[in-house]
């Protein structure tokens, strides 16, 4: 009897011990929703952060002259749900660059005024504030935002050849990834509009996160068999690189100049045994960490 009640006690002390270990460290609440091309909503708890909108509806826009299938119109696509939704709840908007399927006009008319907007550099601050945006501010290298700690990382969009080339280095510009930590919660790495550099590989060294938000379509432009962002073979690189980490491959299926769809992805992912570290979300799926 006396030994019945010591293996009671122990299960019940093992069993408050596991509990008050719970209460300490609550489980995470960072999510990733994707909308739709690169446009992703980040959660952190209750800060949310929009990431590159693109907010028109299906084939408002032609297609970008002299990159691949330029005869569709973009988006090619419409959004998963309707843009209240996609605005419900957010913070602050980040953008990577201002390019057309990452800031298009649609959003430049819906988003509110008053909304706090991250950008990379003043040309894309004078930009937003021409349109009457009151609260933009330009992204220092680490920036703090609702308890969310922000960092810019460096990207290139396109090859070192296409950049010798004017006026496509003008066309493709500066871009830019960010890194999001938070504590207690996991850190995401979002690379951006690039393709594989010295500065990425550093970028997933320094910080080794958690997630890795690649944009994955293999964009390209004529006269180059190359993308101006990654595309399958850099998932591999990225997973070899951080076996651990978890792959979210996005910007597929939605404009006009993508090589890869998620269908290829994904049937890549398997050949290459990589399919547990990518996921491929569809537009509207919310992956939480």
């Avoid at 550099?121 to 501010?137: H, I, P, S, T």
């Avoid at 500066?174 to 690379?191: C, D, M, N, Q, R």
């Avoid at 404009?255 to 992912?269: E, G, P």
């Amino acid at each position: 009897m006396k030994m019945m009640s010591l293996a009671v006690a122990t299960l019940l002390a093992l069993g408050l011990q596991t509990n008050a270990h719970a209460a300490g460290n609550p489980p995470s609440t960072t999510s990733i929703q994707q909308i739709r091309n690169a446009t992703a909503k980040i959660a952190y708890g209750d800060t949310v952060l929009l990431v590159d909108p693109m907010l028109a509806t299906k084939g408002a826009y032609p297609g970008f002259p002299d990159t691949y299938r330029s005869e569709l119109r973009n988006p090619t696509v419409e959004l998963p749900f309707d843009v209240a939704q996609v605005l419900k709840d957010v913070d602050a908007v980040l953008l990577t660059h201002t390019h057309l399927d990452h800031w298009d006009p649609a959003a430049e008319t819906l988003i509110p005024r008053q909304m706090t907007m991250f950008v990379q550099n003043e040309a894309d601050a004078a930009q937003l504030r021409g349109k009457g945006f009151e609260d933009v501010r330009i992204l220092p290298t680490h920036e703090m935002f609702g308890g969310v700690k922000i960092s810019r990382v460096a990207a290139q969009h396109g090859s070192a050849a296409m950049f010798k080339v004017e006026p496509l280095a003008t066309l493709l510009g500066s871009v830019t990834g960010f890194v999001f930590e938070k504590a207690g919660e996991p850190t995401i790495y979002l690379a951006g509009d690039t393709v594989w550099t010295g500065d990425v590989q550093d970028a997933i060294k320094r910080y080794t996160p958690d997630v890795i938000v690649l944009n994955t379509g293999d964009a390209r432009v004529k006269g180059f068999d190359t993308g101006i962002i990654m595309g399958v073979d850099d998932t591999s690189r990225v997973h070899a690189l951080a076996p651990k980490a978890k792959i979210v491959a996005v910007h597929m299926d939605a404009v006009n100049h993508m090589t890869v769809s998620r269908a290829d992805l994904r049937r890549y992912t398997v050949e290459k045994s990589i399919q547990d570290s990518v996921l491929i979300p569809e537009d509207g799926e919310t992956i939480t960490f």
